[in-house]
């Protein structure tokens, strides 16, 4: 799954560029969306982030790509491969700014794990 956000300036730091926190809410967010949209019948919650690179600063204006994938389903857990890809304001190449793997595990009414149905067919 591919989407995107534009960055504007109540997302920058002290500093003017994508403050860190921000670009992590939008991952774990939009990853939530890319395998709850896969596994439709399921309560997923996030359980962790992995290997977690900024690779580039970020600045206002730019155009951020984050490309989602499901690269893994266990028993009761789902993890999503995380790459944002930014174009700066009037520039027409990509630079990769960050990657991260994100797990979810399936909860039950009551809160536990719950194994994970299979994934809806697209």
Not at 20 to 47: F, H, I, N, S
Not at 61 to 87: E, K, M, P, W
Not at 101 to 114: A, C
Request: charged letters at 20%; a negative charge.
């Amino acid at each position: 799954m591919d989407t995107y956000t534009l960055v504007r300036p109540e997302h920058l730091n002290h500093h003017g560029f994508l403050f860190g926190g921000q670009m992590l809410k939008w991952v774990d967010e939009l990853a939530w969306l890319c395998a709850t949209r896969t596994y439709p019948k399921t309560t997923l919650v996030t359980v962790g982030m992995d290997k977690i690179h900024f690779h580039h600063r970020v600045v206002n204006g730019a155009i951020l790509r984050f490309q989602i994938d499901v690269i893994r389903q266990g028993t009761t857990s789902i993890t999503c491969s995380v790459n944002v890809y930014a174009d700066a304001p009037g520039e027409v190449v990509e630079e990769h700014v960050f990657d991260t793997l994100v797990t979810f595990v399936n909860i039950s009414s009551d809160g536990n794990k719950s194994p994970v149905p299979p994934a809806l067919k697209s």
